[in-house]
């Protein structure tokens, strides 16, 4: 059983966290374009969610997995969670080599509004007295 939850732990990391950012980072460094500020605002915020999930996720994972491995005397899966620690600094430095390639806005675009502000030209004077600005 408990070979089976540390192999699991292990390859959930080893899969799970390189799949999360890439995720993360295309979504990160897409430029799709939204009707409203709204909706690029959620797309940043699920984009965040996904990258801080796998960074958490990369560095809790093998720690974790260390310290379950050494209570259980397990030095298999010890020495696979010894080198996991080293494959979290191998995917830090690739997230930070990654996020630094790219300057591309993190919510995207929005476009502007389709129809121009109308200029006003002519004074038409309404009723009550009241006149047109400036004369």
């Known amino acids: 059983m408990r070979r089976t939850t540390l192999g699991a732990l292990f390859f959930g990391w080893l899969y799970g966290v390189p799949f999360l950012l890439i995720v993360g980072l ?4 897409t430029l799709p374009t939204f009707a409203t500020r709204a909706e690029a605002e959620h797309f940043a915020t699920v984009t965040d969610r ?3 999930t796998a960074l958490g996720l990369n560095v809790a994972v093998p720690v974790l997995g260390l310290l379950v491995a050494v209570m259980l005397r397990d030095r298999y899966w010890r020495t696979h969670f010894l080198g996991a ?3 979290m600094l191998l995917f830090l430095a690739a997230y930070g ?4 390639q790219s300057a591309a806005p993190l919510i995207g675009t929005v476009p502007p509004a389709l129809e121009p502000v109308p200029e006003v030209t002519v004074c038409i004077p309404t009723s009550g007295g009241r006149t047109c600005p400036g004369g």
């Open 97 to 100: 080599i990654a996020a630094t």
């Open 50 to 52: 996904y990258l801080g």
């Open 26 to 29: 295309i979504r990160r460094y």
């Open 85 to 87: 620690l080293a494959g």
